[in-house]
């Protein structure tokens, strides 16, 4: 069933978002971009889809109102959590129903990520019908590398950099589509060396799989390289011991392993947050065929713009795998776990803002 587009009259999304160093290959997307109702999903996307911002949230209508048309699954659903929470007895024509609906979801869905300013982050209700019930997902429109504020830019000690750093790409993967450094030499490996990470490996691999002539071989593009160009704040091995450091910072650290802890301890198959592919490729016909790239990095972007170019290049021309959880609701009830699962991983990113946000010179 398709969906029309929201009305384009109604108001752009809330205040600017910290802004994303983006891929160079590209005209670049950045967080500060506010999301308008009228802004098209991503091309992947089912028509199916009913597109819903994380700032300014709508279900839209299926078919005119002027039709006066059933109510669809996906209002149905919503309709009846939001009778749950509201014990409604009064009558309200369809299109009533619909407005009342989209502004009670769209309040709730405002109240728990306006404190996200890490990521742009929108909020999609799909169909369902065919593949299931409706379900909803997690859509990151950011693109590029992640702000990481006094942990890249900062004279702070090392080993209090390398100890923040780590902590952020050991859990940030779970709410967002981010990928660290290994990812990037698995990637550059795959594509360039043939799966080889030692440097006479990819030199074999560029010589008989690229053709590329031995005394030619840019030898700065060889892992050895690579490596070497690695800040020490993005070596895991550099941070510090717990007791090692400054009590705010140890704080902050703490505050993110608890959110954390706490949004994986959520059951998996109603968290919002969750992204499994299968689950997705049903309810986005097509999606299959954008890329598997992620569309966020924790790579500085100073040091490897050139490998994150090329890596991000397929995404760059089929769509990335901008999903950060996809979550089929057999019933309203359903809904309310949703909203607690949302609420941690908001909890989650806020306790990641705040430690970005550290001054160094405080601690």
């Known amino acids: 069933m398709a969906t029309k587009p929201a009305s384009t009259d109604l108001p752009a999304a809330g205040k600017p978002r910290r802004s994303t160093r983006g891929f160079t290959s590209t005209p670049r997307r950045t967080v500060k971009r506010a999301l308008d109702r009228s802004s098209p999903l991503p091309a992947c996307i089912s028509p199916r889809s009913v597109e819903l911002a994380g700032r300014s949230v709508a279900i839209s209508c299926d078919v005119p109102v002027l039709f006066d048309a059933p109510l669809a699954p996906h209002h149905k659903l919503i309709g009846r959590w939001v009778a749950l929470q509201q014990g409604l007895s009064r009558h309200f024509t369809r299109p009533q129903a619909r407005q009342h609906i989209e502004r009670v979801f769209d309040a709730a869905v405002h109240e728990i990520l306006d404190s996200v300013e890490l990521a742009d982050l929108r909020i999609a209700v799909l169909h369902g019908e065919e593949c299931g019930p409706p379900a909803i997902a997690i859509i990151c429109e950011s693109l590029g590398q992640l702000d990481l504020g006094w942990i890249e830019t900062s004279d702070a000690p090392i080993p209090w950099r390398a100890s923040a750093y780590r902590l952020l790409e050991q859990t940030l993967i779970l709410a967002l589509p981010v990928f660290d450094y290994a990812y990037l030499i698995d990637e550059m490996a795959m594509y360039y060396w043939d799966g080889e990470t030692d440097d006479e490996g990819a030199r074999q691999a560029l010589i008989y799989y ?19 160009r690695r800040p020490a704040w993005m070596i895991g091995t550099n941070g510090a011991r717990p007791r090692a450091l400054p009590p705010l910072l140890r704080k902050a650290l703490n505050r993110v392993r608890t959110a954390h802890k706490a949004l994986r301890s959520f059951d998996p198959e109603r968290r919002a947050w969750q992204l499994d592919r299968d689950i997705l490729y049903e309810y986005v016909p097509g999606i299959e065929e954008c890329s598997i790239s992620l569309p966020l990095t924790l790579v500085p972007m100073e040091q490897f713009a050139r490998e994150l170019d090329d ?21 309203a009830t359903c809904i309310d776990d949703w909203f607690a699962s949302l609420r941690l991983g908001a909890q989650f990113l806020a306790a990641v803002q705040d430690l970005i946000l550290l001054d160094p010179d405080s601690l």
């Open 210 to 228: 690229h053709g590329a002539d031995d005394e030619e071989i840019d030898d700065s593009m060889l892992p050895s390289a690579i490596d070497a």
């Open 311 to 331: 890596i991000g290049r397929h995404g760059m021309e089929m769509g990335f795998m901008d999903f950060a959880g996809i979550c089929p609701l057999p019933d």
